[in-house]
């Protein structure tokens, strides 16, 4: 604080000898625009005419040596006369900074709610200000989204550990536990582990998503989508739905490890969120210069106010919320920052039949002017 308080009277002092300078120069120009032609005068009087005729024949009033006396004690009583004026000048138009400066001391991540309003007159610093409150109230809701994930985070994280220590603590406490009890207390326990495991790793793709790109390599979509979905046929069989694919290539620019991750969360919400004997249709095509990306399932019927919500780490429809482990809440989460850091346009809407088609159109195929 003090060091904030030093420079800023160290910029109202530069800014008051600068206006200072200003007037003191403008007053020096004026009394040498009036002075100078006067000596002028002075000097081209004929030389025949005796001094003393000069004197008698001048003009009533001040003398040029009283008016160069009279301008530098003008000069003189203007240096302090500049310098309050400047001085004065200076702090109205450091007010408004005064009051920036102030108000950013006290807003922390504790109360992210205050404001500088610094309201009217409308200039440079006042729109700096109208900016720094848009600036808090981004960084408010960034905060305020972040304690809600933590949160949302912890209570996914704890329900397995709960379980699992449960689950040890019972096979431990029976004296007569024999060997396949306790095996299956371990099979059980793994299991919980590869569940934590795999949350640990969604978030860990959340996160790295939310970063934004780093690389930006040109790649073929339909390449990156044949990848995915041979990975995923045993996963579509044993859920009883059928995969079907229509690709052509589209080309794009991005980072290949977060597109192939928005293609597989794709995927995967669209087998997960199935019923048996249901169908995904993957598209990619090149739509002008814009790569595009369709998947299509069957599945449950699922109301259109509902759709923006999906988009939002750990939210889950009602008819998701049956105790099974394979869905966080964090897939279409994903799909969401991928889009975001590759400034594609993502759109969803429902079937009326049930399911989801979701959209994302990347930009052409050449890096944008701002990643």
């Known amino acids: 604080m003090t060091t904030g308080r030093l420079t800023r009277k ?87 900074l005064r009051a920036i400066t102030a108000t950013a001391q006290i807003i922390s991540a504790g109360n992210l709610h205050r404001r500088l309003d610094l309201g009217e007159p409308t200039d440079e610093l006042t729109e700096l200000g109208h900016t720094l409150d848009d600036l808090f109230a981004r960084l408010q809701a960034s905060f305020d989204a972040q304690r809600h ?28 536990a024999d060997a396949g009890t306790l095996r299956s207390a371990c099979r059980e326990a793994l299991a919980l582990g590869g569940h934590q495991e795999r949350l640990v790793q969604a978030l860990l793709a959340l996160a790295t998503s939310e970063r934004g790109v780093t690389r930006w390599d040109t790649l073929d979509l339909a390449h990156v989508v044949e990848g995915v979905l041979a990975s995923r046929r045993d996963q579509a069989t044993e859920a009883a739905v059928e995969l079907a694919e229509d690709l052509t290539p589209a080309v794009t620019a991005g980072d290949p490890k977060l597109i192939e991750s928005l293609v597989a969360n794709l995927v995967d919400n669209a087998i997960r969120h199935n019923h048996p004997g249901g169908r995904v249709q993957v598209t990619a095509t090149t739509s002008g210069t814009r790569a595009a990306l369709t998947v299509t399932n069957s599945g449950p019927v ?27 809440g964090l897939g279409l989460a994903i799909v969401h920052a991928v889009s975001e850091a590759h400034h594609a346009t993502l759109t969803a809407r429902a079937r009326p039949e049930g399911g989801l088609s979701i959209t994302v159109r990347f930009a052409d195929g050449s890096r944008p002017s701002h990643p």
């Open 302 to 328: 699922v109301p259109g106010d509902q759709i923006p919500r999906l988009f939002q780490p750990f939210q889950k429809l009602a008819a998701d919320r049956s105790g099974r482990r394979d869905g966080y």
């Open 149 to 176: 994930f933590v949160a949302n985070a912890s209570h996914e994280l704890r329900t397995p550990l709960a379980g699992q220590r449960t689950l040890l603590e019972v096979a431990l406490a029976d004296p007569d």
């Open 10 to 96: 160290s910029l109202q002092k530069r800014l008051a000898l600068a206006y200072a300078a200003g007037i003191y120069a403008a007053g020096v120009f004026v009394l040498v625009f009036v002075d100078v032609p006067l000596a002028g005068v002075n000097a081209t009087r004929p030389a025949g005419r005796s001094s003393s005729s000069a004197i008698t024949e001048a003009p009533p009033g001040i003398g040029l040596p009283q008016l160069l006396a009279g301008s530098a004690v003008a000069l003189v009583v203007l240096i302090p006369v500049a310098l309050a004026l400047g001085w004065f000048v200076a702090g109205r138009f450091l007010h408004p």
